[in-house]
């Protein structure tokens, strides 16, 4: 299911981490159904993974979801404006809250996952005034992606700010072009094959002055 690949992908990361806050990000489809399903799938999600807290996507619709699931101790992130699982539902990428008639629906998306014991809330492409109003309206922190300084925190997804992605969201900041170096590499790993330029002598490990000759045979081809 995707909430064991999602557990098996997430448990390597978990036990490499000391001190920082690991949350997983629950795939689509294994929480929207009902909150007792999202207990399950999150109660395995934080068993095989070790992780600290869950995440899931929606606003005041997933809010007897979120109280469900902390009322049986598990802590919720919420992540409202820019839902990237419902893209297919929206269309494309695009900016939210930048009309002041979008700005009560966020609002009361934020009020109410904090209300129903979400610990965090990431704010996602939402206009820079809509993000600072709700950051000062709620009393949880608001962690930012494309929604300005005014958040309490910051994310980046790491292959966008490493430049290992094709292409990012207007409000990626690329701190290192990893991507091409390792496309670079690859060509010339790629090219030094085809002229046998690789594995030179350097690579390769010599005979030791005891050991048999061999003869190089003639590879036969069939007739």
């Known amino acids: 299911s995707a909430a064991a690949r999602g557990s098996r992908r997430s448990s390597s990361a978990s036990s490499s981490m000391r001190r920082a806050l690991v949350v997983v990000d629950m795939p689509f489809g294994s929480y929207e159904e009902n909150p007792s399903i999202a207990f399950r799938n999150a109660a395995r999600v934080l068993k095989e993974t070790g992780c600290g807290a869950i995440k899931l996507e929606g606003g005041a619709h997933m809010a007897d979801t979120i109280r469900y699931l902390t009322e049986r101790g598990i802590p919720v992130m919420s992540h409202i404006g820019m839902t990237p699982q419902a893209i297919n539902t929206i269309g494309s ?3 939210r ?3 002041r008639s979008e700005w ?3 609002e009361e998306d934020a009020r109410a996952v904090a209300e129903a014991g979400a610990f965090a809330v990431v704010l996602e492409a939402l206009a820079e005034l809509l993000a600072a109003r709700i950051t000062k309206q709620i009393a949880i922190p608001t962690i930012g992606i494309g929604a300005s300084a005014e958040c309490d925190g910051q994310i980046l997804v790491l292959e966008d700010m490493l ?4 292409r ?5 900041k690329e701190y290192a072009q990893i991507g091409a170096g390792i496309e670079a590499a690859v060509k010339a790993f790629a090219g030094e094959v085809r002229t046998r330029a690789f594995p030179s002598a350097e690579y390769t490990y010599p005979m030791c002055e005891d050991a048999p000759e061999v003869t190089k045979k003639t590879k036969m081809t069939g007739s």
């Open 93 to 95: 990428f695009k900016p």
């Open 168 to 172: 990012v969201p207007k409000f990626v």
């Open 163 to 166: 430049g290992l992605s094709p």
């Open 97 to 99: 809250g930048r009309f």
């Open 104 to 106: 009560a629906a966020f």
